[in-house]
């Protein structure tokens, strides 16, 4: 069994500062963990994704991701936030359960102030 | 840029009635999914396809079935639409492979049953 938990459903942040998203997972075997963005009216865009390789991983728009498997944590972070960055993200993990299903999570809704 | 496409993207309909929401892909993707979004909470996986004349139930129960008579066609289909089936439906597709693969999401369909 997998599941995501994402630690806080709103998260605000003024222009120009650190984003910090958190992402925490169970998965009873090495996981695949992905984070995707949705901006309004819109459907997931893959951010990023870690797949067993690095632990920093880098992705579109600025957005990174580090996987620390003694936490169980998978947190997105940028270092300086666009208006462009509202929207909603997802964090998801999948492993080999018969079928590589995504487990996502509730999803955060980041809202950046000028 | 994902070329997968959802109609309609809004639908208003009465209870009772026959609904079908499309999904296409023109990337060759063998696998297909649709998912069940509403505010505030996770998506559900409800129905997935690993290639034509292949469909599964997902982990959500679904009042809805679904088809995959072509590759790149995976139409889901409501008999007798009921308000609780009110939600955004998103379809997705994939290559084939392992966990690592980027699931493509189409923009939506919001579905509203009075």
């Known amino acids: 069994a997998q599941s995501v938990t994402q630690l806080g459903s709103h998260v605000s942040v003024s222009e120009g500062a650190l984003v910090l998203l958190r992402c925490n997972y169970s998965s009873s075997v090495p996981p695949y963990l992905f984070w995707y963005v949705q901006y309004p009216n819109q459907g997931l865009q893959l951010l990023l994704k870690y797949t067993s390789a690095a632990t920093l991983v880098k992705g579109i728009n600025g957005f990174e991701a580090e996987f620390k498997k003694s936490e169980t944590s998978f947190h997105l972070t940028k270092p300086s936030a666009h208006m462009s960055d509202a929207a909603e993200y997802f964090c998801?993990?999948?492993?080999?359960?018969?079928?590589?299903?995504?487990?996502f999570g509730k999803g955060t809704k980041l809202s950046v102030i000028p | 840029e994902a070329d997968i496409y959802q109609t309609p993207r809004y639908l208003v309909i009465g209870t009772g009635k026959k609904i079908t929401l499309e999904c296409s892909q023109t990337m060759g993707h063998d696998k297909m999914y649709w998912y069940q979004q509403d505010p505030g909470m996770e998506l559900h996986l409800i129905h997935y396809?690993?290639?034509?004349?292949?469909?599964e139930k997902g982990d959500l129960s679904s009042e809805s079935t679904v088809s995959r008579i072509r590759t790149e066609h995976f139409p889901l289909t409501l008999e007798s639409a009921r308000p609780s089936h009110t939600s955004q439906y998103l379809c997705?597709?994939?290559?084939?492979?392992?966990?690592?693969?980027?699931?493509?999401f189409g923009p939506g369909t919001r579905l509203t049953v009075t």
């Open positions: 396809s690993y290639g034509v004349n292949s469909t």
């Open positions: 998801a993990v999948t492993s080999w359960a018969g079928s590589y299903q995504l487990t």
């Open positions: 997705a597709s994939s290559e084939k492979g392992t966990g690592d693969v980027e699931q493509y």
